[in-house]
């Protein structure tokens, strides 16, 4: 098959719709289908063989994201050049409505994945709060419906947004892991980049530096482990337009002896990151998957986190983590819980190894063409009047 991927997040842009769509590329690449994507242009950016880049320029809300100009000359001569089987969509914006256009006018399937919970980032509209909500999940789920298949990251993620209307056929497919990437990592590297003592007991956080993300809740609830644990360090990792907000709480807390910010570090220095902690805390209520747990739980991580859409699929409470409700001092508990007992610790730690193999990129990925296969099957049918 050869697939035409349309998103509006792409390299170089870190986040987990492109970490996404770089893991399911890769394995449908290995199984022997040819995936042309059309994403937004950065400054900078080689030519890609298989990357169809549009001007772009920088959002207003964050300069480090561009936003697609969805017009070029050529577009159409290029698919009838390189025609596509099948449209898959990872936004229903600006790339997303293009990709939806194209796979109309050559009459070909569109699937979408629906990655964000978009009425819950309205903070980032320039209107309303919540006139901004309605008209995003009017806009989503219009969008949705006129897909052949939508697919949602958990399962919780597709009850919610049946319930909201989406009457198009809706399957859930996580997002896989590359499971090799965390195995004879260099366990230390984390202690030895940030100054670390080696005794010390590191708590991670991966994730964009945003308002969605939750992150004061996991510096407040820190402030009150590291009053009792002083030799805990918490090691926030990911940039984002909160940054600035989040350093000076940091130092509001009396914690910047205690709490790293990396910044924005590379893929291979990640890994190492999540090999070299402890344990994983996670606040966000806006999540449909979050990826990030997954890979802690591939590095053996034992994960907090507050019980909220698709990270209640990601995690079996009390087996490789705890699920706790947005509640400071029972999330607080928790983590202490976890140093106070280091066999509970080790345990939850081997079996957040053994469930994360259900999340094997190569498996979701052989799902995802059969799910290709099925709708273009079906796609044919109807064209050819046979259903």
């Known amino acids: 098959m050869r697939i035409g991927i349309f998103t509006d997040s792409y390299t170089p842009y870190v986040s987990g719709v492109v970490r996404s769509i770089e893991l399911f590329t890769s394995e449908l690449k290995n199984l022997g289908h040819e995936v042309i994507i059309f994403a937004p242009n950065y400054p900078g950016i080689a030519k890609e063989e298989t990357v169809y880049r549009f001007p772009s320029i920088p959002s207003l809300t964050n300069r480090d994201f561009y936003l697609a100009i969805p017009f070029a000359r050529g577009l159409d001569n290029f698919i009838k050049e390189n025609p596509l089987d099948i449209v898959h969509v990872h936004s229903p914006f600006i790339l997303g409505r293009l990709g939806a256009k194209i796979a109309k006018d050559f009459g070909v399937p569109l699937v979408f994945t629906y990655h964000t919970l978009y009425d819950q980032y309205s903070h980032y509209a320039p209107i309303g709060k919540n006139f901004s909500k309605e008209l995003i999940r009017k806009f989503c789920v219009e969008f949705c419906n006129r897909c052949q298949l939508v697919i949602t990251p958990t399962e919780i993620i597709s009850r919610h947004i049946k319930n909201m209307g989406v009457k198009a056929q809706v399957k859930w497919l996580p997002t896989g892991i590359n499971l090799a990437e965390f195995a004879d990592q260099d366990k230390m590297w984390i202690k030895k980049a940030y100054g670390i003592n080696p005794s010390d007991t590191v708590l991670l956080f991966v994730g964009r530096a945003g308002k969605e993300k939750n992150i004061p809740f996991i510096l407040h609830s820190f402030s009150l482990v590291n009053s009792r644990y002083p030799s805990t360090k918490l090691v926030i990792v990911g940039d984002g337009p909160e ?31 999540y090999c070299g902690s402890d344990l994983f805390v996670f606040g966000s209520l806006t999540e449909t998957q979050g990826i990030v747990i997954a ?34 001092q029972l999330f607080t508990e928790r983590i202490i819980k976890l140093l106070d007992d280091i066999n509970l610790r080790q345990q939850m730690s081997h079996n957040a190894q053994t469930t994360v193999q259900i999340l094997s990129s190569q498996q979701c990925a052989a799902k995802l063409a059969q799910y290709y296969r099925e709708i273009i099957d079906s796609h044919v049918l109807l064209h050819e009047g046979l259903v």
Do not use: C, W, Y
């Open 243 to 273: 940054l600035a907000n989040l350093k000076n709480l940091t130092i509001d807390l009396r914690l910047e002896k205690s709490v790293i910010f990396t910044g924005r570090i590379s893929r291979e220095n990640l890994i190492k990151a």
């Open 295 to 328: 890979e802690a739980k591939a590095a053996g991580l034992p994960t907090i986190a507050v019980d909220a859409f698709g990270v209640s699929n990601m995690i079996q409470n009390d087996k490789d983590g705890f699920l706790v409700p947005h509640d400071i």
